[in-house]
């Protein structure tokens, strides 16, 4: 309550009321017979009437059904009013004294400290006595320490201004409010409150849970939470922040009570092209990135329709709010100088703000219905706007703005100026054109599948990117045909684009690693230690955001924990190429009709979602009276119980973010035919049990003819039969490797085993593989030595991975012509396969992600990963 608000209360209450408030004002406690005795000392003239006017109005707060206070600011208020009349205040102090002699000692002491602000005193030894006695007995580890706190918190409030700013009466009410947990009263902090703070503080147990949405706190832990101490009290201050690289910002503060806390805070991480990451912060959930312009300037949008937009460090420049309902729109021009904002029917045209200056609009367009995509020209001289039925197009000119219609009929996800002007968009199945203004031409088949829509939708100057719900991702120019780049693994929820000639499709589709689609390369897999859920791109660098990811905590003792979130394959046995797959099981001999019996087993329903779903589909043939093969612990979904044709299967697995992989086994039977039917079919990848190096030559061959199938994101699994292993024979084994853990030359390099025969070129192939590579720690030094240059140039190429420290054994193989390496790293296992017959600068011939089962024999001739380039040339 204000002390305005107090006058109003005080002008609006009965004049007899106001005052007997007066003259109980003095008193720290006022019980019945205290008011009774008030009323006929300086209101005899009143009735009993006015005591209950008093008791029950809003001046007073009751603390039990026998006594009641004044609320503080209207006893500030009221002791300002009785000392225009000194003779009148005297009276009620020495009645007050009088009353309440022999009184307990906190009720004098406060009574003692109200006279001595209204009369201007200073406070005496005698109460600094009694004030440290209190502090002392609000220290002391007891409930009754707990309801002194909560009657000190009630009452100092109310003393003078004067008083209360003292550093005694202030540290008393610090130390109470510390005690309860509450605010600390405003202004500076007193003398002394950090030492008599850390008496009060207790070991308090918490459980910590690291969810997709945030970090779960339970006060006492919850079963199977891991287990923190930290200082405290009746609550828990604690300090977080990512422990991903390069953290920025400032830790996020939070109080933590009794009970289950759930902090929902996401990641945001700013890396450059190659992955490596350059700012890492914790940032809210309840926002979405909506737009970063080339500066680094980003835009957050919220539900409630509120805009905040950042520096590159994630400050706050300037807040907004659009009138419109929904998410806000964003976009910037191309030099970042002008951000276009919509949401519902409004547009609005602003300047970008910075440090210096807030954000200005300049202009403000209205739409017929509501606007789902924008587009601003480089030069912010034109504006479109998309709704569900039409489009606007509005140029600025000599004399202001012009409005024209865009073609009808189209309903695009997103629309992009190119350099020239001229607009693009692509529709939410599809459909993609270039000069929107001048009609929709005829657009070629793609050959997307019915009901085949569009998930992500980004565009840049000259180019429109979008990724399909099948996982298809593909880019078009202008005056050009569009190009389907490659598959995902599941369907994508966020696609960014960088600028340039050749640009590059960055993808995140909320997974623990992005994909790179090159236009004029073979894509590549960025790992990340969150969870992605959005991308955007700026200059040369992206800006990711997501959930999960390490965090940070901080105790008020100075105590600190890093809290790490287990693999999400942890206690999944499959590896994590087989994350969201069903697995389906092709056991041969098969026929070449598709008259197959089909039965499914789904854990979609039972498994987590971060674990995906897992089964074995059976499969056989109509000559087989073997029924087909479940785990015994499944029972069959009753909406997959009878279903006969593959692409209902598939189109429900895709529908769910389920791959589906079949899985052919080449030990009873030519595996080519039923493999040529299935690459036919909407799958997703094949995995080959057993077989040997001419059989997967030919597969190969097989492959390489097949057009329909897109590998340059898709791989052949190959894996012996169980049971099975390959070692070359008379090849040395050589066990327990160093990994490389270490980003630079400088650091110890420890554990070094016996010398191994690798020399300079074998080791710099092998670092220049994908994966993680694990190599003697000897056979580095030596490189050291022999040719430092070229070693830092290939480390420096891997440092980002090197650092991530996820290796922790390795098995090395060595054969005349083929070196092997197996990398056992969080929930995958990598298999690199390299010639050492070619130069050093030739090209590994083939890497393949491997079930833990086993390995295959290949020779160099017979790579088993088939990547085709756009000119159709094979390569690994």
């Given at each position: 309550?204000?002390?305005?608000d107090?006058?109003?209360?005080?002008?609006?209450?009965p004049?007899?009321?106001v005052?007997?408030?007066?003259?109980?004002?003095?008193?720290?406690?006022?019980?019945a017979?205290?008011?009774?005795?008030?009323?006929?000392?300086?209101?005899?003239?009143?009735?009993?009437?006015?005591?209950?006017?008093?008791?029950?109005?809003?001046?007073?707060?009751?603390?039990?059904?026998?006594?009641?206070?004044?609320?503080?600011?209207?006893?500030?208020?009221?002791?300002?009013?009785?000392?225009?009349?000194?003779?009148?205040?005297?009276?009620?102090?020495?009645f007050?004294?009088?009353?309440?002699?022999?009184?307990?000692?906190?009720?004098?002491?406060?009574?003692?400290?109200?006279?001595?602000?209204?009369?201007?005193?200073?406070?005496?030894?005698?109460?600094?006595?009694?004030?440290?006695?209190?502090?002392?007995?609000?220290?002391?580890?007891?409930?009754?320490?707990?309801?002194?706190?909560?009657?000190?918190?009630?009452?100092?409030?109310?003393?003078?201004?004067?008083i209360?700013?003292?550093?005694?009466?202030?540290?008393?009410?610090?130390i109470?409010?510390?005690?309860?947990?509450?605010?600390?009263?405003?202004?500076?902090?007193?003398?002394?409150?950090?030492?008599?703070?850390?008496?009060?503080l207790?070991?308090?147990?918490?459980?910590?849970?690291?969810?997709?949405?945030?970090?779960e706190?339970?006060?006492?832990?919850?079963p199977?939470?891991?287990?923190?101490?930290?200082?405290?009290?009746?609550?828990?201050?604690?300090?977080?922040?990512?422990?991903?690289?390069?953290?920025?910002?400032?830790?996020?503060?939070?109080?933590i009570?009794?009970?289950?806390?759930?902090?929902?805070?996401?990641?945001?991480?700013?890396?450059?092209?190659?992955?490596?990451?350059?700012?890492s912060?914790?940032?809210?959930?309840?926002?979405?990135?909506?737009?970063?312009?080339?500066?680094?300037?980003?835009?957050?949008?919220?539900?409630?329709?509120?805009?905040?937009?950042?520096?590159?460090?994630?400050?706050?420049?300037?807040?907004?709010?659009?009138?419109?309902?929904?998410?806000?729109?964003?976009?910037?021009?191309?030099?970042?100088?002008r951000?276009?904002?919509?949401?519902?029917?409004?547009?609005?045209?602003?300047?970008?703000?910075?440090?210096?200056?807030?954000?200005?609009?300049?202009?403000?367009?209205?739409?017929?219905?509501?606007?789902?995509?924008?587009?601003?020209?480089?030069?912010?001289?034109?504006?479109?706007?998309?709704?569900?039925?039409?489009?606007?197009?509005?140029?600025?000119?000599r004399?202001?703005?012009?409005?024209?219609?865009?073609?009808?009929?189209?309903?695009?996800?997103?629309?992009?100026f190119?350099?020239?002007?001229?607009?693009?968009?692509?529709?939410?199945?599809?459909?993609?054109?270039w000069?929107?203004?001048?009609?929709?031409?005829?657009?070629?088949?793609?050959?997307?599948?019915?009901?085949?829509?569009?998930?992500?939708?980004?565009?840049?100057?000259?180019?429109?990117?979008?990724?399909?719900s099948?996982?298809?991702?593909?880019?078009?120019?202008?005056?050009?045909?569009?190009?389907?780049?490659?598959?995902?693994?599941?369907?994508?929820?966020?696609?960014?684009?960088?600028?340039?000639?050749?640009?590059?499709?960055?993808?995140?589709?909320n997974?623990?690693?992005?994909?790179?689609?090159?236009?004029?390369?073979l894509?590549?897999?960025?790992?990340?230690?969150?969870?992605?859920?959005?991308?955007?791109?700026?200059?040369?660098?992206?800006?990711?955001?997501?959930?999960?990811?390490?965090?940070?905590?901080e105790c008020?003792?100075?105590?600190?924990?890093?809290?790490?979130?287990?693999?999400?394959?942890?206690?999944f046995?499959?590896?994590?190429?087989a994350?969201?797959?069903?697995?389906?099981?092709?056991?041969?001999?098969?026929?070449?009709?598709?008259?197959?019996?089909?039965?499914?087993?789904?854990?979609?329903?039972?498994?987590?979602?971060?674990?995906?779903?897992?089964?074995?589909?059976?499969?056989?043939?109509?000559?087989?009276?073997?029924?087909?093969?479940?785990?015994?612990?499944?029972?069959?979904?009753?909406?997959?119980?009878?279903?006969?044709e593959?692409?209902?299967?598939?189109?429900?697995?895709?529908?769910?973010?389920?791959?589906?992989?079949?899985?052919?086994?080449?030990?009873?039977?030519?595996?080519?035919?039923?493999?040529?039917?299935?690459?036919?079919?909407?799958?997703?990848?094949?995995?080959?049990?057993g077989?040997?190096?001419?059989?997967?030559?030919?597969?190969?061959?097989?492959?390489?003819?097949?057009?329909?199938?897109?590998?340059?994101?898709?791989?052949?699994?190959?894996?012996?039969?169980?049971?099975?292993?390959?070692?070359?024979?008379?090849?040395?084994?050589?066990?327990?490797?160093?990994?490389?853990?270490?980003?630079?030359?400088?650091?110890?390099l420890?554990?070094?085993?016996a010398?191994v025969?690798?020399?300079?070129?074998?080791?710099?192939?092998?670092?220049?593989?994908?994966?993680?590579?694990?190599?003697?720690?000897?056979?580095?030094?030596?490189?050291?030595?022999?040719?430092?240059?070229?070693?830092?140039?290939?480390?420096?190429?891997?440092?980002?991975?090197?650092?991530?420290?996820?290796?922790?054994?390795?098995?090395?193989?060595?054969?005349?012509?083929?070196?092997?390496?197996?990398?056992?790293?969080v929930?995958?296992?990598v298999?690199?396969?390299?010639?050492?017959?070619?130069?050093?600068?030739?090209?590994?011939?083939?890497?393949?992600?491997?079930?833990?089962?086993?390995?295959?024999?290949?020779?160099?001739?017979?790579?088993?990963?088939w990547?085709?380039?756009?000119?159709?040339?094979?390569?690994?």
């Amino acid at each position: 309550m204000s002390s305005s608000d107090a006058d109003e209360l005080l002008a609006s209450t009965p004049a007899d009321v106001v005052r007997l408030a007066e003259a109980v004002s003095l008193s720290a406690r006022i019980d019945a017979s205290f008011l009774r005795r008030a009323r006929l000392q300086f209101l005899p003239q009143a009735t009993a009437a006015a005591e209950a006017g008093l008791w029950f109005s809003a001046l007073s707060q009751a603390h039990g059904r026998s006594a009641m206070s004044l609320v503080p600011e209207v006893a500030q208020r009221l002791r300002g009013l009785l000392s225009a009349d000194p003779e009148r205040m005297h009276r009620i102090q020495r009645f007050t004294a009088a009353a309440h002699d022999g009184a307990e000692p906190t009720i004098l002491l406060m009574e003692s400290l109200i006279w001595s602000g209204l009369t201007g005193e200073a406070i005496a030894p005698a109460q600094a006595s009694a004030i440290g006695a209190l502090i002392e007995a609000v220290l002391d580890d007891s409930a009754a320490s707990d309801d002194l706190s909560r009657w000190l918190l009630c009452h100092l409030p109310a003393l003078p201004e004067a008083i209360r700013r003292g550093g005694e009466v202030r540290l008393l009410e610090s130390i109470a409010a510390q005690r309860l947990g509450e605010p600390l009263p405003a202004g500076p902090a007193p003398p002394g409150l950090a030492a008599l703070s850390s008496r009060l503080l207790r070991e308090i147990e918490l459980g910590v849970t690291l969810r997709s949405d945030g970090v779960e706190i339970s006060w006492p832990p919850e079963p199977g939470s891991q287990i923190i101490s930290a200082a405290g009290r009746a609550t828990v201050r604690l300090s977080l922040q990512t422990d991903l690289p390069h953290a920025t910002g400032a830790p996020v503060q939070v109080v933590i009570r009794q009970g289950k806390t759930l902090l929902p805070w996401g990641v945001r991480q700013v890396m450059n092209a190659r992955g490596h990451a350059e700012a890492s912060s914790l940032c809210r959930l309840d926002r979405k990135l909506a737009a970063v312009s080339v500066t680094g300037t980003e835009v957050w949008v919220s539900e409630h329709g509120t805009v905040e937009i950042c520096d590159e460090q994630g400050r706050s420049l300037d807040r907004l709010t659009l009138s419109g309902k929904g998410i806000p729109l964003a976009a910037f021009s191309a030099d970042g100088s002008r951000v276009l904002m919509a949401c519902g029917l409004e547009a609005v045209l602003f300047t970008t703000p910075s440090r210096r200056r807030k954000a200005v609009a300049q202009q403000a367009f209205s739409a017929s219905s509501p606007v789902h995509a924008i587009a601003i020209n480089a030069r912010a001289t034109a504006v479109a706007l998309a709704t569900d039925t039409r489009g606007e197009l509005h140029r600025r000119g000599r004399n202001g703005w012009d409005k024209s219609w865009l073609s009808d009929g189209f309903d695009p996800r997103c629309l992009a100026f190119d350099r020239v002007g001229r607009l693009g968009g692509v529709s939410h199945i599809g459909q993609c054109t270039w000069g929107l203004q001048h009609g929709i031409p005829p657009w070629p088949d793609l050959a997307y599948r019915e009901n085949n829509v569009i998930t992500a939708a980004v565009g840049e100057p000259g180019w429109l990117a979008w990724a399909s719900s099948d996982g298809g991702i593909a880019v078009c120019r202008a005056e050009s045909v569009p190009r389907k780049l490659g598959l995902a693994p599941w369907q994508a929820t966020s696609i960014a684009l960088t600028q340039g000639e050749a640009p590059t499709v960055y993808v995140a589709g909320n997974d623990s690693f992005l994909l790179a689609f090159a236009v004029d390369a073979l894509p590549r897999r960025i790992g990340i230690d969150f969870v992605g859920k959005h991308i955007a791109a700026h200059g040369d660098r992206l800006t990711v955001v997501g959930a999960g990811g390490p965090v940070r905590i901080e105790c008020a003792d100075g105590t600190g924990y890093v809290l790490r979130p287990a693999s999400p394959f942890a206690d999944f046995e499959r590896d994590s190429w087989a994350k969201a797959s069903l697995v389906i099981r092709d056991v041969m001999p098969l026929v070449s009709e598709p008259d197959i019996v089909l039965r499914a087993a789904m854990l979609a329903e039972t498994l987590s979602p971060l674990r995906g779903a897992a089964a074995l589909i059976g499969l056989s043939a109509p000559d087989n009276a073997t029924q087909a093969r479940f785990p015994s612990d499944l029972e069959m979904p009753a909406g997959l119980a009878h279903v006969g044709e593959m692409l209902t299967i598939v189109a429900a697995l895709h529908s769910r973010g389920i791959r589906a992989l079949v899985e052919v086994d080449c030990r009873y039977g030519d595996p080519v035919p039923a493999l040529r039917r299935w690459l036919r079919t909407p799958i997703d990848g094949v995995v080959l049990l057993g077989g040997d190096s001419t059989l997967h030559s030919r597969i190969g061959r097989t492959v390489n003819r097949t057009e329909q199938i897109v590998l340059e994101a898709q791989t052949i699994q190959v894996r012996p039969a169980a049971g099975e292993r390959w070692i070359t024979a008379a090849a040395p084994v050589l066990r327990d490797m160093a990994a490389i853990v270490e980003p630079t030359l400088d650091a110890t390099l420890t554990h070094c085993p016996a010398d191994v025969a690798l020399g300079p070129t074998d080791l710099l192939i092998l670092l220049g593989l994908p994966g993680m590579v694990s190599v003697s720690a000897q056979a580095v030094a030596r490189l050291a030595r022999q040719d430092k240059q070229r070693l830092e140039l290939a480390l420096s190429v891997r440092a980002n991975e090197i650092t991530m420290k996820l290796a922790t054994r390795v098995t090395v193989s060595s054969g005349a012509e083929i070196i092997e390496i197996t990398h056992f790293l969080v929930g995958e296992t990598v298999v690199c396969l390299a010639s050492l017959t070619g130069a050093a600068h030739s090209p590994p011939d083939g890497y393949v992600i491997f079930p833990p089962e086993g390995h295959v024999q290949l020779s160099p001739n017979d790579p088993v990963v088939w990547c085709k380039r756009s000119g159709g040339e094979a390569d690994a």
